[in-house]
């Protein structure tokens, strides 16, 4: 049963333009939630997260979203730059258990393309 | 800036021989796990720890073991490596309440 869903396994978005990525849980006990960045042939990079106490994260061109009562969050990156294309993992946490030490739960991921 | 450390980045190693992919992190973080990655898989977690000899199994721990035995190291063991276990593993290590810090991941390929 897969708990952090991903529904889009790519999206092709042109340079300068806004992406968005989609994510979606069935967890209700997750309260942390983050989007890593990952190339091939590297690990994944961690990008922004969020609290389940907020709805809105920002940080320079990248901004999460999360509307609990859908149990949904978005990852906007604004302007879109070749660089970002990638593959977008969201994930996430139940920091009650455990404090989080058990890790977190991915999505399958989507590869954003940045076409110029 | 937080490291983490595998010990190779390509490995390829015959059918039925243990195994052994090191993992090193620098941030004195309590807790510290291996995941595998496959396409069209996304990361699931084979193994964490959140203390030192302590070890706990994650969504797909059969095949795999791990060792603990120092803060800062984390080995993930395949007993008898198989061809279903060429994969993408991927270490990473997290203070308490917060997200994981990844290392640059290790290829393996079973022959």
């Known amino acids: 049963d897969q708990q952090v869903k991903q529904n889009s396994p790519s999206l092709s978005v042109q340079e300068g333009r806004i992406s968005i990525l989609n994510c979606d849980y069935t967890?209700?006990?997750?309260?942390?939630f983050l989007w890593y960045k990952k190339y091939p042939a590297e690990g994944p990079t961690f990008l922004i997260s969020?609290?389940?106490?907020?709805d809105k994260n920002e940080d320079g061109r990248f901004t999460v979203f999360l509307n609990k009562s859908a149990k949904h969050l978005s990852l906007h990156i604004v302007p879109s730059q070749p660089g970002d294309s990638a593959v977008y993992f969201c994930?996430?946490?139940?920091?009650?258990?455990?404090?989080?030490?058990?890790?977190?739960?991915f999505g399958k991921g989507t590869h954003l393309i940045i076409q110029p | 800036d937080v490291k983490v450390t595998q010990s190779s980045r390509y490995l390829v190693k015959r059918t039925g021989e243990k195994v052994f992919l090191e993992c090193v992190q620098d941030m004195d973080h309590e807790n510290m796990f291996w995941y595998r990655q496959d396409p069209g898989l996304g990361l699931r977690l084979i193994y964490f720890s959140y203390d030192v000899k302590m070890k706990e199994k994650g969504d797909i721990p059969e095949g795999y073991s791990v060792s603990r035995e120092k803060k800062e190291r984390f080995s993930l063991i395949l007993e008898s490596a198989s061809t279903n276990q060429t994969s993408m593993y991927l270490c990473?290590?997290?203070?308490?309440?917060?997200?994981?810090?990844f290392g640059q991941g290790t290829r393996l390929t079973v022959v």
């Open positions: 994930a996430a946490s139940d920091r009650g258990r455990l404090g989080g030490a058990d890790g977190l739960t």
């Open positions: 967890n209700s006990m997750f309260d942390y």
């Open positions: 969020i609290s389940s106490i907020k």
């Open positions: 990473a290590s997290s203070p308490q309440g917060a997200g994981a810090f």
